[in-house]
């Protein structure tokens, strides 16, 4: 089946539904497909919440400027940075104004919490379950669109470029262009055709590249995979952000996550015989940024030879703790952990890509008519590390810009009506399943094993070799296969990997969140 759309959106989470609110129009038609149920994303499950220079008394743009690029390692892209700090405010608006309810004090003043790495209390957030009420805010918006199809358990699985037309496309071609996009109707089976004017990646993040992550298991990096595939530009793979302080829960994947916030309301990361040990790694202790943070937890954890630390909040005022995080103390009280009495187990876990589809500040990407924004995006905001909820304004800033560029030039362009349908005869169903969901354990293992929060040369290359195989073993899959969710993601996965351990190894000093033994940081000359 071939269908058009002005602006094929791939991608339900906050950047691909804000972008779509605002192109959606008259004589603009509009295609949201995730590729579970629109609920099932990345935005759902955040919990600290957004920032956003907010109380003008105690707080500025350069104050948000100067902690973003501290915490970036000073790779961050000053341009980048700069505009989405000044604009979050506006987007913060947007979001009030479609819906999403931010608490606030008494006296109506938006209620403000402090994570790491921020030096004033600017974070805006809905208890702990921030993402769930933009989520539903957002999702409430789309259904009302008149303009805006939406399409379910739809998987996209490549972007339409020249070389579907029978052109030979290499990462030098100058003008590769996006004409929309072969998608995957889970219903059918069938493989169809959706031509676009504008396409938007908008996939969200790679946390299920690894065995623990925060992540729901949709974060594949299925955006970043298909543009690598396109010849498009990749950037920045090797800063992937562990989180340190997500629930000890072995067997529980995704892992449960326990808010920075915590942090910031006064909780305190104690080894299991109960002493501190955040002095012995930065001043900032607990509310160190989180690179360092989750640095030290994996050191002491090596040291003692324990697989968790504890994060303890019982030395403050029980009712308080109950009121700012109701559903960790619901989730954690589930497992016989009660917060205000017990110390909560916790471990640091694959969280956050900060690389991804490289842009520039209208969220163009390197191939013509692909716009890419969100955590699949590499907007040069995060530089080697992403500061505590820098991610859903990012989305929002840039999602606005790109539904502004897009909207300038889209006259300027038309359908492509020399697109093949997807050819997949000779093609057969994959015998067995465990073909499958084995690679994928072993491509989390090696990801686990050799490429997590403390990385070798060694390590890296033992890493390739063994992705190798998975790869030739997958691409065989690939083209004997009619296509699967299944199979594709896991070609995704191991495209993902490879761009991670590629972009590692040419990182020749430990800087951000890529941390090697073998390269000292250039300024400070940390090594392990
Ligand atoms: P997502 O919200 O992940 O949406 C991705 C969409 O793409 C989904 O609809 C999915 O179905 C679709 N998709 C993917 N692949 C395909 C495909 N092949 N075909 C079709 N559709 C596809 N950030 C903050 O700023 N503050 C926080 O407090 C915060 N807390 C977090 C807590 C947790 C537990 C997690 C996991 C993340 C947190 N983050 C936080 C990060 C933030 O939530 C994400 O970076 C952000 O939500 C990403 O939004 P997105 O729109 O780019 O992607
Ligand atoms: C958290 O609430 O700790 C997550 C915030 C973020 O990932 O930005």
């Not at 305190?268 to 930065?282: I, T």
């Not at 969280?351 to 716009?371: E, F, T």
């Not at 890419?372 to 909820?389: D, M, P, Q």
Request: glycine share 8%; proline share 4%.
């Amino acid at each position: 089946m071939v269908r058009k759309y002005d602006y094929l959106v791939i991608g339900s989470g906050i950047a691909g539904m804000v972008f779509a609110l605002k192109v959606a129009a008259e004589n603009s038609r509009v295609a949201v497909v995730c590729k579970t149920s629109l609920e099932e994303a990345n935005t759902y499950y955040a919990q600290g919440g957004v920032a956003s220079v907010t109380d003008l008394r105690v707080d500025n743009f350069e104050k948000h400027i100067h902690d973003t690029m501290v915490a970036g390692d000073w790779l961050s892209d000053p341009a980048a940075v700069d505009k989405v700090v000044r604009e979050a405010p506006a987007r913060i608006a947007d979001l009030v104004e479609w819906g999403v309810d931010f608490d606030r004090k008494a006296d109506g003043e938006f209620d403000l919490h402090r994570e790491g790495g921020h030096s004033e209390f600017r974070i805006l957030h809905h208890a702990d379950n921030t993402g769930a009420e933009i989520q539903k805010s957002l999702i409430r918006r789309l259904k009302e669109n008149p303009f805006i199809d939406i399409f379910e358990n739809h998987f996209a699985v490549e972007i339409i470029t020249q070389h579907h037309l029978g052109k030979t496309v290499t990462r030098r071609t100058p003008d590769i262009t996006c004409y929309g996009a072969y998608i995957l109707d889970e219903s059918t089976g069938k493989v169809d055709t959706f031509l676009a004017k504008v396409t938007l990646m908008a996939t969200g993040g790679v946390g299920a590249v690894y065995t623990t992550t925060t992540n729901p298991l949709i974060a594949t990096g299925d955006g970043i995979a298909m543009v690598y595939r396109a010849k498009g530009t990749v950037k920045d793979m090797e800063f992937i952000q562990f989180h340190p302080t997500a629930l000890y829960h072995p067997g529980d994947r995704p892992s449960f996550l326990i808010t920075e916030a915590m942090r910031g309301y006064g909780a305190v990361l104690r080894n299991l015989d109960g002493s501190e040990f955040m002095h012995k790694y930065d001043p900032r202790l607990s509310l160190a940024p989180r690179d360092i943070v989750a640095r030290a937890i994996d050191s002491e954890m090596k040291l003692n030879g324990t697989d968790h630390v504890y994060l303890d909040v019982t030395h403050k005022d029980p009712e308080e703790t109950r009121h700012h995080f109701p559903n960790i103390y619901e989730k954690c009280l589930s497992l016989g952990i009660d917060i205000t009495k017990d110390m909560i187990p916790v471990a640091p876990c694959a969280h956050y890509l900060c690389g991804g589809i490289a842009v520039d500040l209208d969220g163009q990407s390197s191939i013509q008519r692909l716009y890419a924004v969100g955590e699949c995006s590499r907007t040069g905001l995060h530089g080697g590390n992403r500061l505590a909820s820098n991610s859903l304004i990012e989305a929002a800033v840039y999602a606005d810009a790109a539904a502004r560029h897009a909207r300038s030039v889209i006259k300027g362009y038309d359908f492509r009506t020399d697109v093949p349908e997807w050819n997949d005869s000779g093609t057969v169903h994959p015998e067995e399943m465990v073909l499958i969901t084995q690679s994928v354990k072993e491509v989390n293992q090696i990801m686990g094993y050799y490429v997590g929060i403390v990385r070798s040369d060694l390590r890296l290359h033992r890493a390739w070799n063994r992705l190798d195989i998975l790869y030739d073993e997958t691409e065989r899959l690939f083209k004997a296969s009619k296509p699967s969710r299944e199979l594709c993601e896991l070609r995704n996965i191991i495209n993902v990997a490879y761009l991670i351990m590629r972009q590692a190894m040419e990182r020749k000093e430990s800087r951000g969140l890529h941390y090697t033994v073998d390269y000292p940081h250039p300024e400070t000359g940390d090594r392990d």
